[in-house]
């Protein structure tokens, strides 16, 4: 058992874990769900911040899932799927339940990551996702990663970029010293054949051969870069997974991976989609590998003795999508209802925070760009005042977040949360109203019964969508 444990019993934690989620998932609300936790062990207490402790400045892993829903990992719920590993950084940290992406498909939610801002307020942020060479992160922008290399930080990217194309978009053109990885949305893992037939596995801005299954290789790139020396400097690493993101190929599944690089070839367009195969069974063979691999890493980082002073957030990039395990929320991957933004997040910083820890504060991407920066001893660049707010106040001195908005924009779809309300407009175009403290799986409208907060909170979104690029026609 790793020396952050805290002698926490896993089967206590799972125990009390399982309690809160049963309670959510039968519609209660936080304060049912939480005196049913406490009936089941202290073992994970409501979140308070280990006051007065100081540290120098932390290195920094960001770890992302793609497509991972909000209840599969077992820390959260998911019956048949087993994440000891990222269970345990939950028992090492804190699991926070109203965690949400910072928009419902891949490429938007890493803008909003990298900038701290909505993804519309740049027109690259406007493609749900990118698909095509014609948009993409502008290296003029500031970036999480630019600021932090500005500040003395070496900066990595290993995984999955999406954020543009060769030759005018890439990490090391926006402030990762180093990048390894692949640029599009999706690859054969195996093959690294990409949505258009092209290989995608770069170093740096150069193709790099190697054939392997790809979770192993950057997993195997991220447990060197987290054991290297960097001179003194403190890190940043961003480690982009693929998994649980189709095609659903699991390590050692090299006939499915012929056949879908055989359809590639061939021509078709969809191949990567893989819509014809896949399963729950398959779903849980990939996301206990992510848990494998996140594993790995972490284990590399305490051997390195850097542990203690690395803040590690976990997370994924939106909602899960065919195979996850959703339930209580409704809508999946693309959606502003819950299941398609609210999102699993893990946070660790063993010289700050204490372990064994729940939040129920409602907290979004951009969030956390603006939390990492100020623990740096940096800020936003001025012209580019972020769309997050900074948590560190709340994690380390024990300050508390005002209420405010949380927004998001998709086409044909508008969400935005205050408090425990949310209103949401979807496709049909009619404008609800739910109050998630006893109704996670958004079912009892409350707009007829509360006219004039729908149309408090519809004006809130309106406001904050003016001041956003439009879509293009």
């Known amino acids: 058992m790793s020396s952050y444990d805290n002698n926490l019993s896993r089967r206590a934690f799972g125990s009390a874990v399982g309690v809160t989620a049963a309670?959510?998932?039968?519609?209660l609300g936080a304060a049912p769900a939480q005196a049913a936790q406490a009936a089941a062990g202290p073992q994970e207490r409501e979140f308070r911040a280990a006051r007065g402790r100081h540290s120098r400045r932390p290195n920094i892993l960001f770890i992302l899932g793609d497509d991972l829903g909000w209840a599969?990992?077992?820390s959260y719920g998911s019956p048949h799927i087993k994440t000891p590993n990222l269970d345990r950084l939950a028992r090492q940290g804190v699991?926070?339940?109203d965690a949400y992406s910072g928009s419902a498909t891949c490429s938007p939610t890493r803008f909003s990551l990298y900038t701290g801002r909505y993804p519309g307020r740049v027109e690259g942020g406007l493609a749900?996702?990118?698909?095509?060479?014609?948009?993409?992160?502008?290296?003029t922008h500031p970036t999480l990663a630019s600021l932090l290399r500005d500040a003395g930080y070496a900066t990595a990217l290993i995984g999955k970029w999406h954020c543009g194309y060769l030759p005018d978009h890439s990490p090391t053109?926006?402030?990762w010293d180093e990048f390894f990885g692949n640029f599009g949305g999706a690859l054969e893992y195996y093959s690294k054949l990409g949505l258009g037939g092209e290989y995608d596995l770069y170093e740096g801005?150069?193709?790099y051969k190697d054939l392997r299954y790809y979770t192993r290789i950057i997993t195997e790139r991220a447990a060197e870069y987290v054991s290297r020396d960097h001179g003194g400097r403190p890190w940043l690493l961003n480690l982009n997974f693929t998994t649980p993101h189709w095609p659903w190929i699991a390590d050692g599944d090299t006939e499915a991976s012929a056949e879908v690089e055989r359809r590639?070839?061939?021509?078709?367009?969809?191949?990567?989609?893989?819509?014809?195969?896949?399963?729950?069974?398959?779903?849980?063979?990939?996301?206990?590998d992510l848990d494998r691999s996140v594993g790995e890493v972490l284990r590399a980082l305490e051997r390195s003795g850097q542990a203690n002073d690395t803040l590690i957030v976990f997370s994924s990039d939106n909602g899960g999508e065919r195979f996850s395990y959703n339930w209580p929320l409704s809508g999946n991957k693309a959606s502003l209802q819950e299941g398609g933004i609210r999102v699993p997040n893990i946070v660790r910083w063993p010289a700050r925070i204490d372990g064994g820890q729940v939040s129920r504060v409602p907290v979004f991407t951009p969030d956390w760009t603006a939390t990492l920066l100020e623990l740096a001893g940096t800020r936003p660049h001025p012209a580019y005042l972020p769309d997050g707010a900074s948590l560190a106040g709340y994690l380390l001195r024990g300050e508390r977040i005002a209420e405010r908005n949380l927004f998001w924009r998709v086409r044909g779809e508008r969400a935005l949360r205050r408090g425990d309300w949310k209103y949401y407009r979807g496709k049909t175009g009619k404008d609800q109203l739910f109050n998630l403290a006893g109704d996670i799986r958004e079912q009892a409208d409350k707009a007829a019964l509360e006219p004039a907060r729908l149309a408090?909170?519809?004006?809130?979104?309106?406001?904050?969508?003016?001041g956003l690029l439009p879509y293009p026609a």
């Not at 309670?23 to 519609?27: D, E, K, R, S, W």
């Not at 698909?131 to 992160?137: E, F, N, P, R, T």
């Not at 989609?273 to 206990?288: A, F, I, T």
């Not at 408090?456 to 003016?466: I, N, Q, S, V």
């Open 128 to 139: 749900e996702p990118i698909a095509d060479k014609s948009v993409g992160l502008e290296p």
């Open 205 to 207: 801005d150069a193709t």
């Open 72 to 74: 599969d990992l077992s």
């Open 173 to 175: 053109k926006s402030g």
């Open 95 to 97: 699991r926070f339940t």
């Open 456 to 466: 408090e909170l519809r004006a809130a979104w309106e406001k904050t969508d003016a």
């Open 264 to 288: 590639i070839k061939a021509g078709d367009a969809r191949a990567l989609w893989h819509q014809d195969g896949g399963s729950v069974e398959k779903y849980r063979q990939m996301v206990e």
């Open 23 to 27: 309670a959510a998932a039968v519609g």
